[in-house]
Protein backbone atom coordinates (compact mmCIF):
# COMPACT_ATOMS: atom_id res chain seq x y z
CA UNK A 1 0.00 0.00 0.00
CA UNK A 2 1.46 3.36 -0.71
CA UNK A 3 1.26 6.18 1.51
CA UNK A 4 -1.69 7.50 2.01
CA UNK A 5 -2.49 11.79 2.34
CA UNK A 6 -4.54 13.74 4.16
CA UNK A 7 -5.37 15.70 1.35
CA UNK A 8 -6.29 13.29 -0.74
CA UNK A 9 -8.87 11.16 1.46
CA UNK A 10 -10.62 15.08 2.28
CA UNK A 11 -11.12 15.90 -1.50
CA UNK A 12 -12.67 12.53 -1.91
CA UNK A 13 -15.88 14.09 -0.65
CA UNK A 14 -15.72 17.13 -2.81
CA UNK A 15 -18.97 18.13 -3.67
CA UNK A 16 -20.08 16.87 -7.69
CA UNK A 17 -19.60 19.74 -10.04
CA UNK A 18 -21.85 20.14 -12.92
CA UNK A 19 -19.13 18.47 -15.27
CA UNK A 20 -19.55 15.86 -13.50
CA UNK A 21 -23.21 15.41 -13.35
CA UNK A 22 -23.45 15.03 -17.00
CA UNK A 23 -21.20 12.19 -16.87
CA UNK A 24 -22.80 10.67 -13.98
CA UNK A 25 -26.08 10.23 -15.96
CA UNK A 26 -24.34 9.09 -18.58
CA UNK A 27 -23.77 5.99 -16.09
CA UNK A 28 -27.85 5.12 -15.85
CA UNK A 29 -28.28 4.12 -12.11
CA UNK A 30 -31.42 5.96 -11.54
CA UNK A 31 -33.17 3.44 -14.16
CA UNK A 32 -31.68 0.22 -12.76
CA UNK A 33 -29.61 -0.51 -15.58
CA UNK A 34 -28.13 -3.80 -16.15
CA UNK A 35 -24.90 -3.38 -18.28
CA UNK A 36 -23.12 -4.04 -14.70
CA UNK A 37 -24.20 -7.45 -14.39
CA UNK A 38 -23.78 -7.75 -18.06
CA UNK A 39 -19.78 -6.69 -17.94
CA UNK A 40 -18.54 -9.11 -15.71
CA UNK A 41 -18.43 -12.42 -13.94
CA UNK A 42 -21.09 -12.69 -11.20
CA UNK A 43 -20.96 -15.32 -8.22
CA UNK A 44 -24.28 -13.88 -6.84
CA UNK A 45 -26.75 -17.06 -6.75
CA UNK A 46 -26.24 -18.89 -3.70
CA UNK A 47 -28.75 -17.24 -1.95
CA UNK A 48 -31.46 -17.76 -5.28
CA UNK A 49 -30.47 -21.26 -5.64
CA UNK A 50 -31.11 -22.21 -2.01
CA UNK A 51 -34.86 -20.39 -2.00
CA UNK A 52 -34.34 -17.24 0.17
CA UNK A 53 -35.22 -13.84 -0.89
CA UNK A 54 -32.93 -11.58 -2.52
CA UNK A 55 -31.98 -8.15 -3.98
CA UNK A 56 -30.68 -6.17 -6.32
CA UNK A 57 -27.97 -3.21 -5.65
CA UNK A 58 -26.96 -1.60 -8.34
CA UNK A 59 -24.12 1.65 -8.20
CA UNK A 60 -21.26 3.39 -9.49
CA UNK A 61 -17.53 3.40 -9.25
CA UNK A 62 -16.27 7.30 -10.11
CA UNK A 63 -12.56 8.04 -10.62
CA UNK A 64 -12.03 10.97 -8.25
CA UNK A 65 -9.69 13.46 -10.03
CA UNK A 66 -8.96 17.63 -8.72
CA UNK A 67 -11.32 20.32 -8.79
CA UNK A 68 -11.59 21.54 -12.19
CA UNK A 69 -11.93 18.42 -13.51
CA UNK A 70 -14.26 15.90 -14.84
CA UNK A 71 -14.78 12.84 -12.78
CA UNK A 72 -13.76 9.48 -14.80
CA UNK A 73 -15.55 6.10 -14.29
CA UNK A 74 -13.68 2.80 -13.32
CA UNK A 75 -13.98 0.23 -15.77
CA UNK A 76 -13.23 -3.07 -14.88
CA UNK A 77 -12.81 -2.90 -10.74
CA UNK A 78 -13.63 -6.14 -9.12
CA UNK A 79 -16.69 -5.04 -6.64
CA UNK A 80 -16.75 -7.61 -3.67
CA UNK A 81 -18.74 -7.44 -0.36
CA UNK A 82 -17.12 -7.52 2.44
CA UNK A 83 -19.69 -10.36 4.40
CA UNK A 84 -19.79 -12.29 1.30
CA UNK A 85 -16.63 -13.25 0.19
CA UNK A 86 -17.28 -15.64 -2.37
CA UNK A 87 -19.44 -13.18 -4.12
CA UNK A 88 -18.26 -10.38 -7.19
CA UNK A 89 -19.10 -9.00 -10.40
CA UNK A 90 -16.79 -6.50 -12.46
CA UNK A 91 -17.46 -2.53 -12.91
CA UNK A 92 -18.49 -2.15 -16.76
CA UNK A 93 -16.92 0.75 -19.53
CA UNK A 94 -19.54 3.25 -17.42
CA UNK A 95 -17.82 2.00 -14.08
CA UNK A 96 -20.98 0.89 -13.45
CA UNK A 97 -22.00 -2.42 -11.18
CA UNK A 98 -25.03 -4.49 -10.54
CA UNK A 99 -25.58 -7.55 -8.07
CA UNK A 100 -28.75 -9.41 -9.67
CA UNK A 101 -28.97 -10.95 -6.21
CA UNK A 102 -27.99 -10.31 -2.58
CA UNK A 103 -29.61 -12.05 0.59
CA UNK A 104 -32.47 -9.53 1.39
CA UNK A 105 -32.01 -8.06 5.37
CA UNK A 106 -27.97 -9.18 4.92
CA UNK A 107 -25.31 -6.91 5.94
CA UNK A 108 -23.31 -5.68 3.44
CA UNK A 109 -20.16 -3.49 2.95
CA UNK A 110 -19.29 -2.91 -0.24
CA UNK A 111 -15.26 -3.15 -1.42
CA UNK A 112 -13.70 -2.08 -4.52
CA UNK A 113 -9.99 -3.52 -6.46
CA UNK A 114 -8.69 -2.52 -9.25
CA UNK A 115 -4.95 -2.35 -9.70
CA UNK A 116 -4.52 1.32 -10.59
CA UNK A 117 -6.38 2.36 -7.41
CA UNK A 118 -6.34 1.93 -3.52
CA UNK A 119 -8.45 -0.25 -2.12
CA UNK A 120 -11.86 1.30 -1.14
CA UNK A 121 -14.96 0.16 0.60
CA UNK A 122 -18.44 1.97 1.34
CA UNK A 123 -20.41 2.59 4.28
CA UNK A 124 -21.94 -0.63 5.74
CA UNK A 125 -25.74 -0.98 4.56
CA UNK A 126 -28.38 -3.20 5.54
CA UNK A 127 -29.80 -4.33 2.57
CA UNK A 128 -33.72 -4.08 2.21
CA UNK A 129 -35.75 -7.07 2.11
CA UNK A 130 -37.18 -6.60 -0.86
CA UNK A 131 -36.40 -4.50 -4.03
CA UNK A 132 -33.34 -3.09 -5.28
CA UNK A 133 -30.74 -0.90 -3.21
CA UNK A 134 -29.92 2.05 -5.82
CA UNK A 135 -26.99 4.05 -6.34
CA UNK A 136 -24.09 3.04 -4.16
CA UNK A 137 -20.95 4.76 -4.61
CA UNK A 138 -17.25 4.57 -4.87
CA UNK A 139 -14.69 7.60 -5.08
CA UNK A 140 -11.74 6.98 -5.51
CA UNK A 141 -8.60 8.85 -7.21
CA UNK A 142 -5.99 6.53 -9.22
CA UNK A 143 -2.69 5.33 -7.59
CA UNK A 144 -0.59 8.42 -9.14
CA UNK A 145 -2.62 11.45 -7.76
CA UNK A 146 -3.08 9.30 -4.86
CA UNK A 147 0.75 9.39 -4.61
CA UNK A 148 1.48 13.00 -5.99
CA UNK A 149 -0.94 14.68 -3.34
CA UNK A 150 0.41 12.86 -0.34
CA UNK A 151 4.04 13.87 -1.28
CA UNK A 152 2.26 18.08 -1.74
CA UNK A 153 0.44 17.49 1.68
CA UNK A 154 3.37 15.80 3.82
CA UNK A 155 1.36 14.60 6.03
CA UNK A 156 2.31 10.97 7.30
CA UNK A 157 -0.24 8.54 7.41
CA UNK A 158 -0.41 5.07 9.79
CA UNK A 159 -0.04 2.45 7.18
CA UNK A 160 -2.12 0.40 10.27
CA UNK A 161 -4.81 2.27 9.93
CA UNK A 162 -7.35 3.74 7.54
CA UNK A 163 -8.79 6.75 6.28
CA UNK A 164 -12.44 7.97 6.93
CA UNK A 165 -14.43 10.16 4.85
CA UNK A 166 -17.80 11.36 4.76
CA UNK A 167 -19.83 14.27 3.32
CA UNK A 168 -22.56 15.80 5.73
CA UNK A 169 -25.45 16.47 2.85
CA UNK A 170 -28.43 18.60 2.64
CA UNK A 171 -32.18 16.60 2.07
CA UNK A 172 -32.25 15.43 -1.31
CA UNK A 173 -29.14 15.97 -2.80
CA UNK A 174 -26.35 13.21 -4.19
CA UNK A 175 -23.38 13.19 -6.12
CA UNK A 176 -25.76 12.77 -9.07
CA UNK A 177 -26.14 16.49 -8.81
CA UNK A 178 -24.48 19.07 -9.59
CA UNK A 179 -23.30 21.79 -7.62
CA UNK A 180 -22.12 22.44 -3.95
CA UNK A 181 -24.84 19.62 -2.32
CA UNK A 182 -23.31 19.58 1.80
CA UNK A 183 -25.68 20.53 4.34
CA UNK A 184 -23.43 24.11 6.44
CA UNK A 185 -23.18 24.66 10.19
CA UNK A 186 -23.19 20.75 10.94
CA UNK A 187 -20.89 18.93 13.53
CA UNK A 188 -19.60 15.22 13.35
CA UNK A 189 -18.74 13.00 15.65
CA UNK A 190 -17.11 9.48 16.07
CA UNK A 191 -17.79 6.40 18.38
CA UNK A 192 -15.75 4.83 19.37
CA UNK A 193 -14.07 8.34 19.92
CA UNK A 194 -10.93 8.82 19.16
CA UNK A 195 -7.95 11.59 19.83
CA UNK A 196 -9.26 15.12 18.47
CA UNK A 197 -6.22 15.54 16.29
CA UNK A 198 -7.28 12.78 13.85
CA UNK A 199 -10.78 14.38 13.30
CA UNK A 200 -13.41 15.82 12.46
CA UNK A 201 -11.66 17.94 9.96
CA UNK A 202 -13.72 19.69 7.91
CA UNK A 203 -13.86 21.73 4.04
CA UNK A 204 -14.33 24.66 3.73
CA UNK A 205 -16.12 26.12 0.91
CA UNK A 206 -12.96 26.40 -1.11
CA UNK A 207 -13.37 22.39 -0.66
CA UNK A 208 -9.81 22.60 1.00
CA UNK A 209 -9.23 21.45 4.21
CA UNK A 210 -9.12 23.90 7.22
CA UNK A 211 -7.86 22.65 10.78
CA UNK A 212 -9.74 25.90 11.67
CA UNK A 213 -13.18 25.04 11.08
CA UNK A 214 -15.44 23.60 13.53
CA UNK A 215 -18.23 22.97 11.80
CA UNK A 216 -18.95 22.05 7.97
CA UNK A 217 -19.52 24.57 5.31
CA UNK A 218 -21.60 24.43 1.96
CA UNK A 219 -19.19 21.16 0.90
CA UNK A 220 -20.19 19.11 3.62
CA UNK A 221 -17.14 17.52 3.97
CA UNK A 222 -15.42 15.85 7.03
CA UNK A 223 -12.55 13.30 7.48
CA UNK A 224 -11.19 11.24 10.18
CA UNK A 225 -7.59 10.33 9.91
CA UNK A 226 -5.18 7.53 10.97
CA UNK A 227 -8.28 5.80 12.25
CA UNK A 228 -7.41 2.07 14.25
CA UNK A 229 -8.99 -0.53 12.77
CA UNK A 230 -12.37 -1.39 14.30
CA UNK A 231 -15.70 -0.74 13.78
CA UNK A 232 -17.17 3.07 13.68
CA UNK A 233 -20.17 4.92 13.73
CA UNK A 234 -20.59 8.37 12.59
CA UNK A 235 -23.21 10.75 12.87
CA UNK A 236 -24.37 14.89 12.25
CA UNK A 237 -25.69 17.17 14.52
CA UNK A 238 -27.27 20.32 13.56
CA UNK A 239 -30.42 21.83 15.66
CA UNK A 240 -33.65 21.11 13.69
CA UNK A 241 -31.68 18.76 11.29
CA UNK A 242 -32.02 15.08 11.45
CA UNK A 243 -29.55 12.68 9.56
CA UNK A 244 -28.71 9.35 8.81
CA UNK A 245 -25.88 7.65 10.67
CA UNK A 246 -23.44 5.66 9.16
CA UNK A 247 -21.35 2.56 10.30
CA UNK A 248 -18.13 2.07 8.94
CA UNK A 249 -15.02 -1.21 8.90
CA UNK A 250 -12.31 0.23 9.15
CA UNK A 251 -9.26 -1.97 8.16
CA UNK A 252 -5.49 -0.81 7.77
CA UNK A 253 -3.82 0.67 4.42
CA UNK A 254 -8.10 1.24 3.40
CA UNK A 255 -9.81 4.45 2.79
CA UNK A 256 -13.81 4.09 3.79
CA UNK A 257 -16.01 6.32 1.90
CA UNK A 258 -19.22 7.20 2.70
CA UNK A 259 -20.27 9.04 -0.20
CA UNK A 260 -23.67 10.93 -1.14
CA UNK A 261 -26.23 9.40 -1.20
CA UNK A 262 -25.29 6.89 1.94
CA UNK A 263 -23.34 9.37 3.77
CA UNK A 264 -24.13 11.25 6.57
CA UNK A 265 -27.26 12.49 4.66
CA UNK A 266 -30.10 15.08 5.88
CA UNK A 267 -33.45 13.30 6.18
CA UNK A 268 -36.68 15.07 5.19
Same mark, same amino acid.
Not at 37 to 60: F, K, L, N, Q, W
Not at 220 to 244: I, S
Given at each position: ???????????? #?????????????????????????????? /?????? /??? /???????????????????????????????????????????????????????????????????????????????????????????? #???????????????????????????????????????????????????????????????????????????????????????????????????? /?????????????????????????
Amino acid at each position: MRPTSLLFALLL #TVACRPDAADETTDAGTSSGGSAGASSGSS /EVVTAG /ETG /EATVVVRGDAFAFTLPGMPYGLIADAKIGVLELPEVSVVTDAMGHFEFPALPAGATATFVLEHADFPPARTRTFTLPDSGALERVTFQVPDM #TLYGAIAGIVGVEIDPGACQIVSTVTRVGKSIYDAGAHGEADATVTIAPAIPAAQGPIYFGDDVIPDKMLTQTSSDGGVLFVNVPPGTYELQAHKDGVMF /ESATMQCAAGVLVNASPPYGLQALP
